[in-house]
């Protein structure tokens, strides 16, 4: 992370090289100290108000004097204001000095630099041979086909005559057009949406964005210009039949210069002086318009125009082409609502402009602003990257250079960079000089009136900007920078100061951009280095993948035939109860498949005689046709379920009934059918991408197995062929036997015949792939916090690899899902912290989990008394609790949780709700949230399928199906309770393989003052840890001692034979819980038994089979639970007088309104419960815990007091919240690396 001395270096970097220019300068002109005097520091602007940098070895008189008159090397710092200087002492230089060895945090503690890819590495090394010879093997002769052919069922639906004629028109004009400049700015603009795309339509525009850069690279002299646009044209072809590609590509056409590029008006700006003063210029404005400002078109215009709108009418097409503005009505109006976007993308500034001038339309537009609490620098900086040209006429020249400066500035200087990772805000460099520099000089020179120097000086030099190419370095740009600075700026502003000064002042700052850009760089190309494997899989993988699906209508026949055949599908099974369809090979079996439709009724099978025939032997004939089809085609029923699944539960239920009473021809029902071929379309693909995973994942036959090594097992079958098993870690072969010993994916023990079984080695592809997706998203958690994911690709040696790890991040299939899941479990089960006693080694230092969560230092000597029992560890276990199953508190834990197995520690979820119990029934919170690039990109890898679902488009769906994508923002939206319910559908599968523990219905609460947790005795769970005033013998005590809860006695339950007619007992009912109700009657024929609660109105009559869960009567019971428990247990976790750990029983009615303290030991605490209403404090860090493991090492507990926000202020402080959750955890295991290594240097 760069820091505020990286910011000095670099500044004086640029300093160095501006008094090395100055002095040549000096030498060969001396009237260029006239304008070193206007501006202050020799043609460029001054440094930040008081800025430090390490100059060279300047000699002070008094210092010298002090020293015995040697030359000293001291600190010069400057002040902006005065343009003075002064030297400072060694003291103070020392605290800004970059050749510091380590980086010191805030509190001036040690933070050593880890090295996050070592496992890439070694993963790399190891498996990036065999894929690429994978790949080359097995994909060289089975190419898929070529997109164009992918897509055909897109054209299909889409085609007809006008809308091929469009698209041919649309191609024909963008390859006559294209040229090396548009070129460079089409594929800019496109490569931002990458992120949003399904996988193989990333891929397509991933194609026309390389055609477009061969186009750009002039370098490339051996391509004639016409090959290269019949690529494009290629390209186009495919690309456009895609309806979402081809929307991106048409929204983006407006990057396009369909007549003159920016460099030719500047050249030829009399001619098109000439034009833009035309009465009607705003038909013309798209051609040849220069930007109107109040000395020039102004007046005339506004009043031409409104003339024209009161004779033409208002609210009619051709008013508004004329006159270029809106009616008064529509944005004079003092009931506008105020929206959280800039005002200029909604074209509120531009059209209070048109109608009331430049003065007065600004002026107005202010007043909203002010009115509506809109950022207005803020808004400024946006809005200029999407519009430069009316941004700074709009707002006035000189305040948009000052924000602009001040922005780069800001950015430059503070260590965290942007908060919100906001798109516009970021930096890059290149894109400003090439794109909006160009339109910044046109602006300053049109205020200024053109002249001859404009087509002479300024045209060639915009000529250069708009030429810029990728490099490997930033010195093309630092060179353009210094002519601009030189030559361009003073001439351009007219030698207007207040215009001089900001624009000479952001130069600078991008300027140290650029040195402060080339360090990041370094940190990319490791991180990219190091999951090459997986970047080459993957996009080789999505480049060839079958994306072949049938058309619309074929899926809509097969899904409703599907729904009528599915009731007669479940029916068919044996007498044991096995099903007789084979759905994997599409077979049935005939024989006993009559039989078993006998026993059903016509309600049942009445759908399917509609379409089979009106006998049993019909449908059984056209069950076995239905499966062969799917079997061939793809669309299988457990693909046809799935994507019906996807749909609300009453959509679902809603077509099924439709479909089973044959009013499938309604538009209700082709309305959600075509919903669910549309999704199952995705499924058929990630079906596809799984197989193919699944494929390319099987080796060769192993001949010797490696211990630890994994290998597909797959059982030989009497007929000769064989069934994959699943992959398995090798232990073991016994030399008396043939059996072989495995490890499964759970952990356990399996064994297999050698006579019986192949095995063979198993690639990991998934695993490979899942590693470039974590790379992308590390970048973008660490390295986006200054500079933009694009301005790395503007780096010639990382732009190929970068655009592929993009389209890399948007492959999503449950083949990866699974591959996640299978790194973490591989992880746990592989501690690299955990050491066995056996294995210490003299002279070391270990630690020891003297109780659970606690851990002590110790030196290891040679025969040293251990005990066995204990576990050792080379680095202390990070555990981790997390308080509040929220959204925050959810993506807190899957994002922590790597860590805390790599350090070999557990993961505990604390939610107050009962979510875990009901399936995530229990979220109902409807606000919309706005998450920024930080959550979108976490979300992206832990979710993966389920990220895809909600967020990205499907094929032909203009949006996604739950959130809403701002890509130019890098921003994403979704309401509260459906994120909720996905993040907890993540965690549960995380909790299905015993990755982390969660506890249902447990609420805690955290004194950050007193650093202390705490819960209500209602709220314990077995494991947990509370400090009693009890001592390890069981008798009281003034001390606490920590027992652990390990068991949570319930009353039991009641059967019929217990009830009593007239007795009171507590029912259990779902929807309200656990009441007293009274057995009121007794159906001794119908076996029913009534009970009834009159105050409530409730009446429950359950047969005798069939009774609630009943419990005797409490009057303290919760309604929320089943019951209140009888007892609960404590063990003590020290031994007793006798060597033994003491257990007793406590009647849980007189602990369950106590609060106790909890002992969680040596565990960082992240707590996610919402901000709570009488305290101000969003973010607290407690840097300490009491029975720290040692004085320089503490646990980090992290308090978060979060608030939910709708959609004006929007979740971008969580984003850091979980942030500093993830890196306490990564600084606490860092630092008592740091220590242990410290302790054995000593």
């Not at 525009?205 to 002299?221: A, C, E, R, T």
């Not at 208002?314 to 959280?340: M, S, Y």
């Not at 200054?786 to 655009?803: G, I, K, P, Q, T």
């Not at 009491?1186 to 984003?1215: A, D, E, Q, T, Y």
Request: proline letters at 3%; a neutral charge.
């Amino acid at each position: 992370m760069p820091q505020g001395n990286d910011y000095v270096a670099a500044l004086e970097k640029v300093f160095a090289e501006d008094e090395t220019s100055a002095r040549k300068s000096l030498a060969a002109k001396k009237s260029v100290k006239k304008s070193v005097k206007k501006v202050g520091r020799v043609g460029f602007a001054a440094a930040p108000e008081v800025q430090e940098f390490e100059a060279e070895n300047y000699f002070d008189e008094e210092a010298a004097g002090n020293n015995g008159g040697k030359s000293t090397r001291r600190l010069k710092v400057y002040d902006a204001k005065t343009r003075q200087s002064w030297f400072v002492d060694q003291k103070t230089y020392a605290l800004f000095s970059k050749r510091n060895v380590v980086r010191t945090d805030s509190y001036g503690g040690l933070v050593p630099i880890q090295d996050k890819t070592t496992d890439d590495k070694t993963f790399n090394e190891k498996y990036e041979v065999e894929i690429d010879e994978l790949f080359e093997e097995k994909l060289d002769d089975k190419v898929a086909p070529t997109f164009i052919e992918s897509n055909d069922e897109i054209a299909s639906k889409t085609g007809g005559c006008s809308k091929k004629a469009w698209r041919n028109a649309y191609r024909r004009l963008v390859v006559h057009v294209m040229d090396p400049k548009n070129a460079i700015r089409f594929s800019r603009a496109l490569q931002i949406q990458l992120d949003y795309l399904m996988a193989h339509e990333s891929a397509l525009l991933g194609d026309i964005i390389k055609v477009l850069d061969h186009i750009s690279d002039d370098g490339d002299g051996n391509t004639p210009m016409s090959v290269k646009k019949r690529n494009l044209n290629v390209a186009l072809t495919k690309a456009l039949v895609n309806v979402n590609v081809g929307r991106i590509l048409v929204a983006n056409s407006g990057t396009i210069s369909y007549f003159f590029h920016p460099d030719t008006r500047v050249s030829n700006n009399r001619t098109f002086n000439l034009l833009s003063g035309w009465q009607f210029s705003n038909i013309i404005s798209p051609i040849a318009m220069f930007t109107p400002s109040e000395n020039f078109i102004g007046s005339r215009a506004l009043a031409v125009n409104s003339i024209l709108r009161s004779f033409l009418g208002p609210g009619r097409f051709l008013t508004r082409l004329i006159t270029g503005g809106r009616e008064e009505f529509v944005v004079d109006d003092v009931k506008a609502i105020a929206q959280n976007l800039a005002a200029e993308t909604t074209g509120f500034e531009a059209a209070m402009r048109a109608q009331f001038g430049n003065h007065a339309g600004r002026q107005k537009v202010n007043e909203f602003r002010i009115e509506n609490r809109l950022p207005t620098d803020e808004s400024a900086v946006r809005s200029f990257i999407g519009s430069p040209i009316s941004t700074m006429v709009n707002n006035g020249v000189v305040h948009i250079l000052r924000a602009l400066a001040n922005h780069w500035e800001g950015l430059n200087t503070i260590p965290f960079g942007n908060f919100a990772h906001q798109r516009m805000e970021q930096l890059n460099v290149n894109v400003i000089l090439r794109f909006h520099i160009p339109f910044v000089l046109m602006t300053l020179a049109n205020l200024r009136g053109w002249c001859s120097w404009d087509s002479m000086v300024l045209a060639p030099f915009i000529t250069k900007l708009m030429n810029i190419r990728p490099g490997v370095n930033m010195n093309v740009a630092n060179e353009l920078l210094n002519e601009l600075n030189t030559t361009i700026v003073d001439n351009v502003c007219g030698g207007i100061f207040s215009r001089i000064e900001p624009f000479q002042r952001w130069i600078t700052q991008m300027r140290v951009a650029n040195e402060l850009i080339m360090t990041e760089k370094d940190k990319v190309v490791t991180i990219v280095s190091s999951v090459t494997s997986g970047i080459e899989s993957g996009y080789k993988l999505a480049k060839t993948v079958d994306w072949v699906v049938p058309d619309d209508d074929v899926m809509v026949r097969s899904i409703i035939q599907h729904i009528k055949l599915d009731a007669v599908k479940k029916k068919l099974r044996n007498h044991n109860g096995e099903r007789l369809i084979d759905e994997e090979n599409g077979t049935l079996d005939a024989n006993q498949a009559g039989s078993a439709l006998q026993d059903m009724d016509q309600e049942e099978i009445g759908p399917a005689m509609k379409i089979a025939g009106g006998s049993i032997s019909s449908i059984v004939s056209f069950v076995q046709k239905d499966l062969s089809k799917r079997q061939k085609t793809g669309m299988t029923d457990h693909l046809v379920k799935r994507a019906m699944n996807a749909l609300r539960p009453r959509d679902k239920r809603f077509l099924i009934e439709l479909v089973n009473k044959g009013h499938e021809e309604i538009r209700a029902a082709k309305l959600l059918s075509r919903r669910v071929g549309t999704l199952l379309k995705r499924e058929m693909r990630r079906a596809r991408l799984d197989a193919r995973i699944k494929e390319l994942s099987r080796g060769s036959v192993a001949t010797e197995m490696i211990e630890d090594e994994w290998y597909i097992v797959d059982r030989t079958e009497d007929d000769g062929s064989t069934t994959e098993l699943g992959s398995f870690q090798f232990r073991t072969r016994r030399s008396s036997t043939s059996d072989v010993l495995f490890i499964n994916r759970s952990g356990k023990e399996d064994r297999f015949d050698a006579n019986s079984h192949v095995f063979r080695k198993f690639i990991p592809i998934g695993e490979a792939i899942v590693r470039a997706q974590k790379a992308f998203m590390v970048i973008e958690l660490d390295l986006l916090k200054r500079f933009a994911y694009a301005a790395y690709m503007e780096f010639s040696d990382l732009r190929d690899d970068l655009l592929k790890l993009q389209t890399v991040s948007g492959i999503n299939c449950y083949a990866l899902d699974e591959a996640r899941l299978n790194g973490l479990v591989h992880i746990k089960s592989h501690s690299s912290t955990q050491i066995s006693w056996k294995d210490l080694q003299p002279g070391h230092n270990y630690f020891i989990e003297v109780k659970p969560y606690k851990y002590e230092l110790f030196e290891y000597a040679e025969g040293m008394d251990l005990d066995n029992r204990k576990r050792y560890f080379k680095t202390a276990p990070q555990n981790m609790i997390v308080v509040g199953g929220g959204p925050t508190g959810l993506l807190t834990t899957l994002h922590s949780l790597e860590n805390c197995l790599r350090s070999g520690g557990t993961m505990k979820l604390y939610e107050a709700r009962d979510a875990f119990e009901k399936a995530g029934g229990t979220y109902e919170r409807a606000q919309v949230v706005r998450l920024d690039s930080r959550w979108v990109r976490m979300l992206r890898f832990h979710l993966g399928t389920l990220y895809e679902d909600v967020w990205i488009p499907a094929t032909e769906e203009t949006d996604s199906h739950l959130g809403n994508t701002l890509p130019t923002q890098g921003f994403i939206e979704i309401t509260i309770k459906d994120m909720e319910a996905i993040m907890h559908l993540e965690v549960s599968k995380l909790w299905s393989r015993d990755l982390l523990e969660i506890y249902a219905r447990s609420s805690a609460n955290f004194d950050y003052k007193k650093n202390v947790m705490t819960k209500l005795g209602n709220a314990l769970k077995e494991k947990d840890l509370v400090k009693r005033r009890v001592d390890p013998n069981g008798e009281p005590s003034e001390e606490f001692h920590t027992w652990e809860v390990v068991q949570l006695i319930s009353h039991e339950t009641l059967s019929a034979g217990d009830l009593t007619l007239g007795g009171t007992y507590n029912v259990y009912i779902r929807q309200q819980g656990l009441i007293a109700m009274r057995l009121v009657s007794i159906d001794l024929h119908g076996g029913l038994y009534a009970l009834q609660n009159k105050e409530l109105g409730i009446t429950v009559k359950a047969p005798k089979t069939n009774l609630p869960t009943i419990y005797e009567h409490d009057p303290n019971a919760k309604s929320g639970a089943h019951s209140t428990f009888k007892t609960i247990v404590f063990q003590s976790t020290e031994l007793n007088s006798q060597g033994k750990l003491t257990r007793y029983e406590v009647d849980f009615k007189t602990i369950a309104n106590e609060t106790h303290v909890m002992d969680v030991g040596q565990t960082n605490i992240a707590f996610a419960l919402g901000k709570p209403a009488t305290t101000k404090e969003h973010l607290t860090c407690c840097p300490y815990v009491s029975g720290s493991m040692c004085n320089c090492l503490s646990c980090l507990c992290v308090i978060l007091f979060l608030k939910c926000v709708v959609l004006l202020f929007p979740l971008f402080h969580r984003s850091l919240m979980v942030y500093h959750a993830f890196k306490a955890l990564r600084y606490q295991w860092e630092c008592t690396t740091l220590v242990r290594h410290a302790l054995v240097k000593v």
